[in-house]
C-alpha cells in the first residue's frame, strides 16, 4: 500500500502514506458521520472502500454508585 485518502462527508480528511493508515476525529461534529477511503499501491493502482457509518458521541457516561445502606442523592 502507497497511501490511504479518507473522506467523511464528502470531504478528505487525511492522506496517510504511513501504515498503520488513520485519520484524526477530533475534529468532526458530534452526530452521524460516513467515512469512505481509496487504497493507492505504489504504482498508482486505487481501490475504493466503504461508506461506513459511524457516530461522534462526545457526552460522557454517567455513573451512579449504590452501596448497601448509603443514600445516594441526585
Same mark, same amino acid.
Given at each position: /500500500?502507497?497511501?490511504? /485518502?479518507?473522506?467523511? +462527508? #464528502?470531504? /478528505?480528511?487525511? $492522506? #496517510? #502514506?504511513?501504515?498503520?493508515? !488513520?485519520? +484524526?476525529?477530533?475534529? @468532526?461534529? $458530534?452526530?452521524?458521520? %460516513?467515512?469512505?477511503? /481509496?487504497?493507492? +499501491?505504489?504504482?498508482?493502482?486505487?481501490?475504493?472502500?466503504?461508506?461506513?457509518?459511524?457516530?461522534? +458521541? %462526545?457526552?460522557? &457516561?454517567?455513573? $451512579?454508585?449504590?452501596? &448497601?445502606? !448509603? @443514600?445516594?442523592?441526585?
Amino acid at each position: /500500500v502507497g497511501k490511504v /485518502v479518507f473522506t467523511v +462527508d #464528502d470531504a /478528505v480528511v487525511s $492522506e #496517510d #502514506d504511513t501504515p498503520p493508515f !488513520t485519520f +484524526d476525529a477530533s475534529g @468532526l461534529s $458530534e452526530g452521524e458521520h %460516513r467515512i469512505s477511503w /481509496v487504497v493507492y +499501491d505504489k504504482a498508482g493502482n486505487s481501490n475504493n472502500g466503504g461508506p461506513a457509518g459511524f457516530v461522534v +458521541d %462526545r457526552t460522557p &457516561p454517567v455513573a $451512579e454508585v449504590n452501596t &448497601p445502606g !448509603t @443514600l445516594v442523592a441526585n
